[in-house]
């Protein structure tokens, strides 16, 4: 008698799905990060075929393909191949958080002190664009506030860069 049991029908249809929500996120992808994923010939024209197809029924037997398809590649390979895809934009939605953070303590009332705090931690950055920058936040108009507001916002995310 051997230890190993086939796996249940449960199993396989789980296996199963997860390969098929592997494939949704691969149709979520442009086709230049398409290219950096490991898959054979075969699933990557069935991607461009999925692409192409306007209809929903249709669309939803391709996407059954695919699939389909899916069972015969390295499922765990291409999983750890979309996940280093996606993890610099990771990193970007940090950086534009850290750089909210310093627009609002630039802005807020800890101004000077965040503004001295702001160069010491990046003292490349010129402090005569900030300055202006900050200063251009207060205007009257409403409207070329925000646009200010939103130049700072770009210069501090250009910063943390």
Not at 42 to 51: D, F, H, I, T, V
Not at 101 to 122: H, I, M, T
Not at 127 to 134: E, G, W
Not at 138 to 154: C, D, M, V, Y
């Amino acid at each position: 008698m051997t230890d190993e049991t086939p796996p249940s029908r449960t199993q396989r249809k789980k296996h199963v799905e997860s390969l098929q929500k592997l494939g949704e996120q691969l149709l979520e992808l442009r086709e230049s990060e398409l290219k950096s994923i490991p898959m054979s010939d075969k699933l990557r024209e069935a991607l461009r075929m999925a692409k192409s197809i306007d209809s929903r029924g249709a669309l939803r037997r391709q996407r059954q393909y695919i699939g389909k398809v899916m069972r015969n590649e390295d499922g765990p390979a291409i999983a750890e191949a979309i996940e280093r895809l996606r993890q610099p934009s990771r990193q970007e939605i940090a950086r534009q958080h850290l750089a909210e953070q310093w627009r609002e303590r630039l802005l807020g009332a800890g101004g000077d002190g965040a503004l001295k705090e702001f160069a010491d931690a990046y003292p490349l950055a010129d402090k005569t664009t900030l300055l202006a920058l900050i200063e251009s936040t207060k205007s009257p108009s409403q409207n070329e506030a925000k646009q200010a507001s939103r130049a700072l916002f770009r210069f501090i995310v250009g910063v943390l860069a």
